[in-house]
């Protein structure tokens, strides 16, 4: 069992930055890919980032690469994001997921843990 709390989120004007964290309890953090989903208003969960247990692998998707990275220290338990040029779009409830594969799934309904979500809102 993987508990996940997530914090970092808040109010940002357009072009800012914020860094999401995410604690995870549990002595096997280390084995689990770890990733971020949000979820806007009317709209469904979708993926933004990922990263394998290690560290070696991340990936993210198409609307926010090359703006946003993530990251972990398994020393801490925590897994990162920072989020830089933030833009209006990028408004929502931000998910942290905890995963047993080596990077998490995409598809929302095979992420094995969730956190209970931060607010992040970008003011235009």
């Known amino acids: 069992q993987v508990q996940l709390v997530e914090s970092g989120g808040g109010l940002v004007p357009a072009g800012g930055s914020l860094r999401l964290s995410c604690a995870a309890s549990?002595?096997?953090?280390?084995?689990?890919?770890m990733g971020w989903f949000r979820q806007a208003p009317g709209k469904e969960r979708e993926f933004v980032a990922t990263?394998?247990?290690?560290?070696?692998?991340?990936y993210y998707s198409d609307s926010v690469k090359g703006r946003f990275t993530i990251s972990r220290d398994n020393a801490k338990n925590t897994v990162y994001l920072q989020m830089n040029s933030l833009k209006p779009e990028d408004t929502a409830v931000y998910y942290c997921?905890?995963?047993?594969?080596?990077?998490?799934?995409?598809?929302?309904?095979?992420?094995?843990?969730w956190g209970q979500g931060t607010q992040v809102t970008v003011s235009s």
């Open positions: 997921a905890a995963d047993r594969s080596y990077i998490v799934p995409r598809t929302t309904s095979q992420v094995d843990y």
């Open positions: 549990g002595r096997t953090f280390s084995s689990f890919a």
């Open positions: 990263i394998s247990w290690n560290g070696g692998s991340t």
